[in-house]
């Protein structure tokens, strides 16, 4: 809390004002706003800069429109962040339906992969997560869900035409891998049908699946002119999980994208 004083103080000090002038601003405010709380007197900065006292939000709004300075990066200073508010949000069991008002934040950051293995071959089918050497963060317009390091991905070998065009060639994959017991039904056509992301001694496979016995049978899309595969299982192929998310390009014709 002494830090973000200093760092008030700071701001303070390279616009060359003085504590009175901010008092007497902040009685201009004070005034426009017909709210004496916005008022920042002589004494209250001097405890807000050198002891750490925490302004309320209308004297720090005040000395926010002062110095120029972003209302939630100062807030951010006294460690209130917007970005955790939706996160917080699940700490309150609400029993009523309701509707939600948090806004998308353009000042989020999420964890991304920032280097691969050099040794990635993008022709074949790969356990990205396995190939992932560095995370960091990236800021984003919108994006709120679990920690993405915690998923698991996968890149679709552009060679790899067994689900096409169901999934594109060279297609991002996110995988749950808390979903590895191959379902016998419950779905009603191809589109909602679960697709599986297999290792085998050989490399991955992503496919739909059918277990009979000890046989798992990958089966391909059928527009795909790939054969189905039988492995023993689990001897000769694991599930690693089930295809929850895939980000793919709309070009229909994976050979021209990868003569390309």
Not at 23 to 29: C, D
Not at 36 to 58: A, C, F, H, K, M
Not at 126 to 135: A, E, F, N, P
Not at 179 to 189: D, H, L, N, Y
């Amino acid at each position: 809390m002494e830090d973000a004083g200093q760092k008030l103080r700071r701001a303070r000090e390279r616009l060359g004002l003085r504590v009175r002038d901010v008092e007497v601003a902040s009685q201009k405010i004070a005034e426009k706003r017909h709210n004496d709380e916005y008022t920042v007197l002589i004494n209250r900065l001097s405890e807000i800069e050198n002891r750490g006292l925490v302004p309320s939000i209308y004297k720090l709004y005040s000395l926010c429109a002062i110095y120029r300075l972003d209302y939630l990066d100062v807030a951010e200073w006294y460690g209130i962040s917007l970005d955790s508010l939706a996160d917080d949000a699940l700490a309150a069991e609400v029993p009523n339906t309701h509707p939600v008002s948090f806004q998308s934040s353009a000042r989020g950051e999420t964890i991304v992969p920032l280097a691969l293995d050099p040794g990635l071959d993008l022709r074949r089918t790969t356990y990205l997560s396995r190939m992932i050497q560095r995370w960091g963060k990236l800021p984003l317009l919108f994006l709120t869900g679990p920690d993405v390091k915690d998923q698991r991905y996968a890149f679709l070998g552009t060679d790899d035409r067994f689900m096409y065009p169901l999934l594109q060639p060279g297609s991002f994959l996110v995988i749950d891998d808390t979903r590895r017991k191959i379902a016998s039904s419950g779905w009603t056509s191809q589109f909602d049908r679960p697709i599986y992301f297999l290792e085998h001694r050989n490399g991955y496979r992503c496919a739909w699946c059918s277990l009979n016995g000890e046989k798992l049978v990958l089966l391909p899309h059928p527009a795909s002119n790939c054969i189905a595969e039988i492995y023993e299982y689990p001897q000769d192929i694991e599930v690693v999980g089930q295809v929850t998310g895939v980000a793919m390009s709309l070009d229909r014709d994976p050979q021209r994208r990868t003569r390309s």
